[in-house]
């Protein structure tokens, strides 16, 4: 399981890696999206894949999931939904200002 | 115990909330936001206190004892860099009053500004690793917001590339804490520091400590520090003043924090990176603030000099170095901010930032001239001004750790340093006086007040210095002993 989790991972990394890398505005944008969703997938996997056991401490059973990945992904996902939302409204605001969303054009010169 | 450290997070934060019902009420919004930095400037005094005669501070939130609740500790560190976060947050909020604008001030400013001062108390109290990197995303989203807010075509584009650095590096700082609870199990920082300390730093967990770095350089602007000069210098004035005095200073802490409580095993290779990517920001931010012509850049670029001396004393990972490196830290947050409003105000009478174009404004305006001179001359560490103590404890320090390659670029930079804010200052005011009064396109009613308590703390900070000093020392002396934090946190607690 961990294996697969660990393709998948990468997989995500190198996506948004190429999609980052990329010269529009919006592919930009859905790089850092699909690179947030990997380092949540790792997160997740960091903690320890299991199956069957309840996530308390001092339960009968003797295997227990650790439940702290998941609260650290559930704030992740909040802080990567935000930031991506004001990134969009952001580039989209800049498109209608600056008539471009080439980011070649964005660049910025000196005399200006 | 001790709940006096959540005020400083709830009392910016709920005048913040409240701000936004009242935005059109600017006088009530102005008043009460200097009142909540006020407030906060109070608190941070009496923690100051507090941790002088009784100790490292902590308060576990909601009860959860540590390491399985968020703790939040204020050591003296913490609590010198509280105290001068409130002060300078204090100098540009009111040099805001009259030049940020009414647009902007009903546009929801204040709140703004208030959770970007939340954002950075709470980096600064924090003992959690991932409570952390909420407290630098409360601080980054702000300044996201900050940055573009006006949506001038400058701003726009140079916001695109602050926010798309930012959320790289906020997804790698993700990654280092997922491969660190990985390693070690745990992101309590005391936590961290006692099992690290236990089971020795063996080559995964200082991989790991090497993502820091990287993640935490990008936010301190040490060496990767490409995203700055654009930035800072695109929104109004007060905001730039506040990115420059505070935003890399919050990187710098995390790295401090990090590479003397929890990754302080191998030196050799940490520190000695640490020092190594200081003095190639050392450089290169010489050559540019020697290069460029304009205030803004010169400025900037002194930004990123200084965040290369101030590591230069963490790479030292000597005790005499730690202690120049905090004096430094304090003083730093003080003159940029000084400079920076400074800068602005000569840009807002001139309407250009060009040198060269606009000369002798001494004759016009002598007291902005001359307290700048002071702030240029404190910059650059001439004796009894803030600066020197700092940088001859960093410079000690480096020496001491056989660095010499270190301290001798930190001295050269100085000279450099001198040279481009000199530039600014014979530029701008002295020569023939070619723009009279009524040319002027803005004013300094209402703005010198900031500027001339910036001066008298840059000057109290040197003259003083003396005083300081013990408290310094403290601040330093836990930085070298992980133990005291340990206790301070985990007490008697026998969970390791």
Not at chain 2, 117 to 129: A, E, H, R, W
Not at chain 2, 222 to 231: A, C, I, K, R
């Amino acid at each position: 399981m961990e294996t697969l989790m660990a393709i998948t991972i990468g997989i995500l990394f190198s996506l948004g890696t190429y999609l980052v890398l990329t010269k529009s505005l919006i592919r930009i944008i859905l790089g850092t999206s699909i690179i947030g969703h990997g380092v949540n997938l790792l997160i997740l996997t960091m903690g320890g894949l299991k199956t069957g056991g309840p996530p308390l401490l001092g339960a009968e059973d003797l295997s227990y999931t650790d439940a702290l990945p998941q609260a650290l992904i559930l704030t992740a996902i909040v802080i990567n939904f935000a930031v991506t939302a004001l990134f969009l409204v952001l580039a989209y605001r800049s498109y209608k200002t600056l008539r471009t969303d080439d980011m070649e054009q964005l660049r910025g010169y000196e005399d200006e | 115990m001790n709940n006096a450290l959540i005020l400083l997070i709830i009392i910016p934060l709920i005048t913040g909330m409240v701000l936004i019902i009242f935005r059109k009420k600017i006088v009530f919004q102005r008043v009460a936001s200097a009142a909540a930095l006020l407030v906060t400037s109070i608190i941070s005094l009496i923690l100051i206190y507090q941790v002088k005669t009784k100790g490292i501070q902590s308060l576990q939130l909601g009860g959860w004892e540590a390491p399985f609740g968020i703790s939040f500790v204020v050591d003296m560190f913490s609590a010198l860099l509280l105290l001068t976060t409130s002060l300078v947050a204090f100098a540009c909020l009111v040099y805001a009053f009259r030049s940020i604008g009414t647009e902007r001030e009903a546009n929801y400013f204040y709140p703004l500004y208030l959770f970007l001062i939340t954002g950075v108390y709470g980096s600064f109290l924090t003992g959690d690793l991932f409570n952390l990197f909420v407290c630098f995303e409360v601080m980054l989203i702000s300044s996201y917001v900050l940055l573009s807010l006006g949506g001038t075509k400058i701003q726009l584009r140079e916001s695109i590339k602050y926010i798309l650095i930012n959320v790289l590096s906020s997804s790698l700082f993700l990654v280092g804490i997922a491969y660190l609870y990985a390693v070690v199990g745990t992101l309590n920082m005391a936590h961290l520091s006692a099992r690290i300390a236990e089971v020795g730093q063996d080559g995964v967990t200082t991989t790991v400590s090497l993502l820091f770095i990287i993640v935490f350089g990008l936010k301190a602007a040490l060496f990767l520090f490409y995203w700055l000069p654009g930035s800072y210098s695109a929104p109004p004035t007060a905001i730039g003043a506040i990115f420059a005095a505070l935003l890399t200073k919050v990187g710098i802490y995390a790295l401090f924090r990090t590479f003397t409580l929890i990754f302080y095993h191998e030196p050799q290779i940490t520190h000695l990176l640490l020092g190594i990517m200081g003095v190639a920001t050392m450089v290169l931010g010489a050559f540019g603030a020697i290069a460029f012509s304009d205030i803004k850049r010169i400025l900037t670029y002194n930004v990123i000099i200084s965040v290369g001396l101030i590591i230069a004393g963490l790479a030292s990972y000597s005790l005499i170095g730690i202690t120049g490196s905090i004096n430094y830290l304090v003083h730093d947050m003080i003159i940029k901010a000084l400079l920076f409003l400074i800068g602005g105000t000569i840009i807002g009478l001139t309407g250009t930032d060009k040198l060269g174009e606009v000369t002798g404004l001494i004759r016009t305006h002598p007291y902005l001239g001359w307290m700048f001179f002071i702030a240029a001359l404190s910059v650059s560490g001439i004796p009894p001004l803030s600066g020197f103590l700092g940088k001859v404890f960093i410079t000690k320090g480096t020496f001491e750790a056989g660095y010499y390659w270190l301290g001798g670029v930190g001295l050269m930079t100085s000279l450099m340093v001198l040279y481009s804010v000199m530039k600014i200052f014979m530029n701008a005011f002295w020569g023939e006086t070619n723009l009279s009064q009524e040319m002027e396109k803005g004013t300094t009613k209402g703005l010198m007040f900031p500027i001339v308590l910036l001066t008298m703390l840059t000057v109290l900070l040197g003259v003083g210095a003396e005083a300081m000093q013990p408290y310094v020392k403290m601040a330093a002396d836990d930085l070298m002993n992980p133990l005291h934090y340990i206790h301070a946190v985990l007490g008697g607690n026998s969970i390791q």
